[in-house]
């Protein structure tokens, strides 16, 4: 029997081709590849997220330390119209703002507060089991021992110094400071941006340059103390918006528009590294 003019013979099926297998295995490593530069990020991240975390429980605790064992009295402070520094890394911030602020009084804070009580205790430490199958606690002076990772510092300022002061049934702001562990304090001088008196500029330079110093104490979204130009008015704290080098200058911005008109055109700011959060409250003191 004859086929008929319009049959048409089936094609044999067609297989993957070694150039099709090369391709395809050229963009799996390149997708491959991708989600492993992911990795390191990814982990930067998730660490940078533990601190924060864990930075803002240590806040939590060290605000009902301040409340619960009367740091927030008036006997605390020496003189009653200059702004205390007390705790981890803060206790370096009186000796650089001498004439505005000032220790607490020892005798007071000491029968209040211990210097373990300034850190966040929640990382035990542990040894190798000796006989038991499972880890046993460290102890340090009788107590569990911990892994000094993050700790805390604070400073109390007196609303209006130079009418009322430190009394009791004053106002005053307290500020809660959180570092990392070896974090430290630096007075760094800052000089208007442009020296044009009639263009005036809302950010700063630093006198000396110093790019490391710029990345470690000048961060963008950290914190600065700044001194008052004015004798009735406390050091405050200013967040920093953001900081660059131009031309081999380094340039600092601050997010309140007032820190011009309160620190003045040379202010010199105390900064600190390894910040990780500042909180304020307004308190009245007992």
């Known amino acids: 029997m004859s086929r008929p003019d319009s049959f048409v013979e089936p094609a044999a099926p067609r297989g993957i081709t070694l150039l099709e297998v090369l391709i395809a295995c050229g963009v799996l490593v390149l997708g491959l590849a991708s ?6 990020a990814a982990g930067s991240r998730l660490g940078q997220a533990t601190v924060e975390d864990r930075g803002g429980v240590l806040a939590a605790n060290a605000r009902a330390e301040v409340q619960l064992r009367g740091l927030l009295t008036a006997d605390l402070f020496q003189e009653r119209n200059k702004t205390i520094a007390f705790g981890e890394v803060l206790d370096q911030v009186p000796p650089l703002a001498a004439q505005k602020m000032t220790p607490p009084r020892p005798e007071v804070l000491a029968e209040r507060i211990s210097d373990r009580d300034f850190l ?5 430490l542990f040894e190798p ?3 038991a199958e499972t880890p046993l606690n460290s102890f340090t002076d009788g107590r569990r021992a911990f892994k000094e990772s993050l700790s805390w510092g604070a400073s109390l300022a007196p609303a209006k110094p130079d009418t009322i002061g430190a009394i009791p049934g004053s106002p005053a702001v307290l500020t809660i400071a959180v570092f990392r562990a070896g974090s430290e304090a630096r007075r760094i001088q800052l000089v208007p941006a442009s020296t044009d008196a009639d263009r005036p500029t809302d950010f700063y330079r630093m006198q000396s340059f110093d790019p490391g110093l710029l990345k470690s104490h000048l961060k963008g979204c950290s914190y600065v103390i700044a001194p008052p130009m004015r004798p009735d008015q406390s050091p405050r704290w200013f967040r920093i918006q953001s900081s660059w080098v131009t031309d081999g200058v380094a340039y600092v911005a601050f ?3 007032g ?3 309160f620190a003045g055109n040379m202010p010199a700011v105390i900064a600190f590294d390894k910040l990780v959060r500042v909180d304020q409250y307004t308190v ?3």
Not at 120 to 124: I, P, R, S
């Open 284 to 286: 009245t003191l007992e």
């Open 259 to 261: 820190f011009g008109p």
């Open 129 to 131: 089991p000796t006989t």
């Open 255 to 257: 997010t309140d528009p």
């Open 35 to 40: 989600v492993a530069a992911l990795l390191p």
């Open 120 to 124: 966040l205790e929640d990382q035990l």
